[in-house]
């Protein structure tokens, strides 16, 4: 996909929302942490639903810890994958008090020695929490690149990597949040809304649906 094509897309992006964000509720760093944790294999709106009961007891390391295993798989249990999660948590929380004085890292390397956060998750909590041009390859934002053709990658990393060189340095901290929405909206997995679609002129997607 060439430059000018790249440029149009997330100029219209932006203009159809200037300000994109996570649709995960969060009031913290740490917060958002636990919500994306939760947020693997699950959806944005089961995972609010969890923690908008369980951030009302316990919203900080300590008091997550002080919930034990137990006490906090009685918040998350609706979700996919809660007791490993829950494990995750704990250990992340105990982590965050012994080394990082209960407060969210924001480098990645710190991130990632988080239990349950791989480059993914850090790269979200780099992006929204503080600010860094960063993009968190998830399933849609996979999808979106491949199928559009504006970075092709057989791996996450390799999509990552992609879209960090040809984005425009402009756009490059909410494109994430603009391809997220994007996949999981409009250029959805099985049958993709075409004739919907803000960028469909552009998208080089060659079996564009023509009726929605």
């Given at each position: 996909?060439?430059?000018?094509?790249?440029?149009?897309?997330?100029?219209?992006?932006?203009?159809?929302?200037?300000?994109?964000?996570?649709?995960?509720?969060?009031?913290?760093?740490?917060?958002?942490?636990?919500?994306?944790?939760?947020?693997?294999?699950?959806?944005?709106?089961?995972?609010?639903?969890?923690?908008?009961?369980?951030?009302?007891?316990?919203?900080?390391?300590?008091?997550?810890?002080?919930?034990?295993?137990?006490?906090?798989?009685?918040?998350?249990?609706?979700?996919?994958?809660?007791?490993?999660?829950?494990?995750?948590?704990?250990?992340?929380?105990?982590?965050?008090?012994?080394?990082?004085?209960?407060?969210?890292?924001?480098?990645?390397?710190?991130?990632?020695?988080?239990?349950?956060?791989?480059?993914?998750?850090?790269?979200?909590?780099?992006?929204?929490?503080?600010?860094?041009?960063?993009?968190?390859?998830?399933?849609?934002?996979?999808?979106v690149a491949n199928r559009i053709g504006l970075a092709k990658g057989k791996t996450p990393l390799a999509v990552e990597l992609q879209?960090?060189?040809?984005?425009?340095?402009?756009?490059?901290?909410?494109?994430?949040?603009?391809?997220?929405?994007?996949?999981?909206?409009?250029?959805?997995?099985?049958?993709?809304?075409?004739?919907?679609?803000?960028?469909?002129?552009?998208?080089?997607?060659?079996?564009?649906?023509?009726?929605?």
């Open positions: 996909m060439n430059k000018h094509k790249i440029e149009e897309i997330f100029a219209r992006f932006q203009k159809a929302s200037e300000k994109p964000t996570t649709e995960l509720i969060y009031h913290s760093p740490f917060e958002l942490l636990i919500a994306v944790i939760l947020s693997a294999q699950a959806t944005d709106v089961s995972v609010n639903k969890a923690t908008a009961l369980l951030y009302k007891v316990a919203n900080t390391p300590e008091k997550i810890l002080s919930l034990g295993e137990a006490g906090l798989k009685r918040y998350v249990k609706t979700i996919g994958l809660f007791n490993s999660k829950s494990a995750n948590i704990i250990k992340t929380c105990q982590l965050l008090i012994d080394k990082h004085h209960s407060q969210v890292p924001e480098d990645r390397a710190a991130l990632e020695e988080l239990p349950g956060v791989g480059r993914k998750t850090a790269n979200v909590i780099l992006n929204t929490c503080f600010g860094q041009p960063v993009i968190a390859v998830d399933t849609h934002i996979f999808r879209l960090m060189k040809v984005i425009p340095k402009k756009y490059l901290h909410d494109a994430h949040h603009w391809l997220i929405l994007h996949g999981r909206y409009t250029c959805v997995a099985r049958k993709p809304h075409c004739p919907n679609c803000l960028i469909k002129d552009l998208c080089e997607y060659p079996d564009k649906t023509v009726t929605d």
